[in-house]
């Protein structure tokens, strides 16, 4: 059974700056691409980052490119997201997702995460 667990969610002030994990397991982790998606209350889930199965290539929503950096760790079977000068619209549950053959902007996902809430204060 596969199992996609997040961690590293949590409050921070505006500006500051978090490091999301998640951890996988029940799967060939180097084999899949991986990605965060967010959803914040009221809203779609979005796409925010992608990372293909060797790290080599990223894909970011347009609006984050420059704040956030998605990478993994194969050895790990971890992928993470790095999060800086946090914004308060930047307040979402954040989930991590795995697709062997889809298009994770797409939303062509196989497994998710349950998800780690992120909450930025003004």
């Known amino acids: 059974q596969v199992h996609l667990v997040e961690s590293g969610g949590g409050l921070v002030q505006a500006g500051g700056s978090l490091r999301l994990s998640c951890a996988a397991s029940g799967l060939t982790f180097s084999l899949y691409a991986m990605g965060w998606f967010r959803q914040a209350p009221g809203k779609e889930r979005e796409f925010v980052a992608t990372?293909?199965?060797?790290?080599?290539?990223?894909s970011y929503a347009g609006s984050l490119k420059g704040r956030f950096t998605i990478s993994r760790d194969n050895a790990k079977n971890t992928v993470y997201l790095q999060m800086n000068s946090l914004k308060p619209e930047d307040t979402a549950v954040y989930y991590c997702?795995?697709?062997?053959?889809?298009?994770?902007?797409?939303?062509?996902?196989?497994?998710w995460g349950q998800g780690t809430q992120v909450t930025v204060s003004s």
């Open positions: 997702a795995a697709s062997r053959f889809g298009n994770i902007p797409r939303g062509d996902i196989d497994y």
């Open positions: 990372l293909s199965w060797n790290g080599i290539s990223t």
